[in-house]
């Protein structure tokens, strides 16, 4: 039995989960999200919690499993208290700005790059060199955040670019140059 899958999810007050099979809806107080869940998994709801189970220990019921229960879970606190992803921007003139909803980045290229984000996410610019992707699917979050930081990902040898808040760049040595000759 999985580990992850077997455990229940608990529902939180103000949040509502409607199950129509294959389609699972959860609604709470920072909005609704719904999802197309795999046909041989079997979601019930029992009482104020949601139990995910498999109709077999086959390799692919057993896979799915416990991606569907920590799927449905990602969206039950979606809904409740939604998802954060911070990033950084390291370099000599590197800047964030948000005009209106849209991004305006300052990477070091001849042009000003624009990154508009997807319906039900917002972009957070604290100061010029912090940006944070926020919304309730934590999917999305995660894939805005991974699109604005392939812009200018971090190099190993200056440690310029956008990371992660937290992220740590594992730098290398440059050229030895001379010292290596005789």
């Keep these: 039995m999985s580990r992850i899958g077997r455990l229940p ?3 939180p007050d103000g949040v509502t989960v409607t199950l129509a099979p294959p389609r699972i809806e959860v609604v709470g107080p920072r909005g609704s999200l719904q999802r197309l869940l795999p046909a041989a998994i079997q979601v019930a709801t029992v009482g104020g919690e949601i139990r995910v189970e498999r109709p077999s220990d086959a390799g692919p ?3 799915l499993h416990g991606l569907t229960r920590t799927l449905v879970a990602n969206m039950v606190e979606g809904v409740t208290r939604g998802y954060r992803r911070e990033l950084e921007l390291v370099g000599v003139g590197y800047r964030a700005a948000l005009q209106g909803s849209e991004l305006q980045l300052a990477l070091g290229f001849a042009h000003p790059v624009r990154v ?14 912090h940006i944070a992707v926020v919304g309730n699917d934590k999917e999305q979050v995660g894939q805005t955040a991974a699109k604005i930081r392939g812009l200018r990902p971090p190099e190993p040898y200056k440690g310029k670019g956008i990371l992660y ?3 740590r760049v594992r730098r290398k040595a440059g050229k030895s140059g001379k ?3 005789k």
């Design 116 to 129: 508009a984000p997807p319906p039900g996410i917002t972009l957070e610019v604290p100061d010029p060199t």
């Design 61 to 63: 019921h057993r896979a």
């Design 179 to 181: 010292a290596g000759k």
């Design 9 to 11: 999810i608990p529902v």
């Design 165 to 167: 808040r937290g992220e």
